[in-house]
């Protein structure tokens, strides 16, 4: 992964977001897991928190010191907090690849009473035409592919995941109810911008370059065809519950 291009790239998340979870924690000292660059940890130090991160990768950790962050390189689950203790514990794009019932288990031991846990994800939500259009892209350029991510709504997959992290807070037991917010947002993209961010999508890493080059030349001229520039429409969304 290159790091710097992700950090470059990558979608930010909709303020709306950030205020509700920093107006729902009961203080401003923030855990980000699976921190990567600081994407969201910039968001969260814009609003007034304190942030510390967790991140199993050691480039992406790098990266995030960069700007300021204190960084621990290891896997949540087995992390040593050494005492301390948070207002919240976030994780934006990253959960999925966390436990998550043993990843419930350390948050709560790190977070004070009535501090919160809130797991997030932006998701595509294209219009018919971009969709459409994206697709037919990826089955032209790569008809034998396992995956099409846009062959159906991207919220169908990501509400799995909202509810596999759902699942593992309750059955963990040290938190209420989860709830689940949901943020709709849009961002406008030149061709270059989308260009620059496709490769750091999931399962866009492992492509042969030759595959990645006739699917960018591909999305590229999709996009030429709507004068060079189309709005992506996301919905950001949250899972969250309070220790109890």
Same mark, same amino acid.
């Given at each position: 992964?290159?790091?710097?291009?992700?950090?470059?790239?990558?979608?930010?998340?909709p #303020?709306?977001?950030?205020?509700?979870? *920093?107006?729902?924690?009961?203080?401003?000292? +923030?855990?980000?897991?699976?921190?990567?660059?600081?994407?969201?940890?910039?968001?969260?130090?814009?609003?007034?928190?304190?942030?510390?991160?967790?991140? *199993?990768?050691?480039?992406?950790?790098?990266?995030?010191?960069?700007?300021?962050? #204190?960084?621990?390189?290891?896997?949540?689950?087995?992390?040593?907090?050494?005492?301390?203790?948070?207002?919240? *514990?976030?994780a934006?794009? +990253?959960?999925?690849?966390?436990?998550?019932?043993?990843?419930?288990?350390?948050?709560?031991?790190?977070?004070?009473?009535?501090?919160?846990?809130?797991?997030?994800?932006?998701?595509?939500?294209?219009?018919?035409?971009?969709?459409?259009?994206?697709?037919?892209?990826?089955?032209? *350029?790569?008809?034998?592919?396992?995956?099409?991510?846009?062959?159906?709504?991207?919220?169908?997959?990501?509400?799995?995941?909202?509810?596999?992290?759902?699942?593992?807070?309750?059955?963990?037991?040290? +938190?209420?109810?989860?709830?689940?917010?949901?943020?709709?947002?849009?961002?406008?993209?030149?061709?270059? #911008?989308?260009?620059?961010?496709?490769?750091?999508a999931?399962?866009?890493?492992?492509?042969?370059?030759?595959?990645?080059?006739?699917?960018?030349?591909g999305?590229?001229?999709?996009?030429?065809?709507?004068?060079?520039?189309?709005?992506?429409?996301?919905?950001?969304?949250?899972?969250?519950?309070?220790?109890?």
């Amino acid at each position: 992964m290159d790091s710097a291009r992700y950090d470059r790239a990558r979608p930010r998340y909709p #303020e709306a977001m950030v205020e509700r979870i *920093v107006t729902a924690s009961p203080g401003r000292d +923030f855990l980000d897991v699976g921190i990567g660059t600081g994407i969201a940890a910039r968001q969260f130090r814009a609003a007034g928190c304190r942030v510390v991160g967790v991140d *199993v990768d050691a480039r992406m950790a790098d990266l995030a010191r960069s700007s300021g962050f #204190e960084v621990e390189v290891a896997a949540f689950e087995s992390w040593d907090p050494v005492g301390r203790t948070f207002d919240a *514990v976030v994780a934006g794009q +990253f959960w999925h690849w966390v436990d998550p019932v043993a990843g419930a288990a350390k948050a709560g031991e790190v977070l004070r009473p009535d501090g919160r846990l809130a797991v997030f994800w932006n998701v595509f939500q294209p219009a018919s035409d971009v969709r459409e259009a994206f697709s037919a892209v990826y089955h032209r *350029v790569m008809p034998d592919l396992p995956f099409d991510p846009w062959a159906r709504p991207a919220l169908d997959g990501y509400s799995a995941l909202a509810a596999k992290a759902s699942d593992g807070i309750r059955e963990e037991g040290a +938190f209420g109810d989860p709830e689940q917010w949901t943020f709709e947002w849009e961002r406008p993209y030149t061709r270059a #911008e989308w260009l620059d961010q496709l490769p750091t999508a999931s399962g866009h890493t492992e492509l042969p370059p030759a595959q990645l080059e006739a699917l960018l030349a591909g999305t590229g001229a999709a996009i030429d065809a709507w004068g060079g520039k189309f709005t992506m429409r996301y919905t950001a969304v949250v899972v969250t519950a309070t220790r109890a």
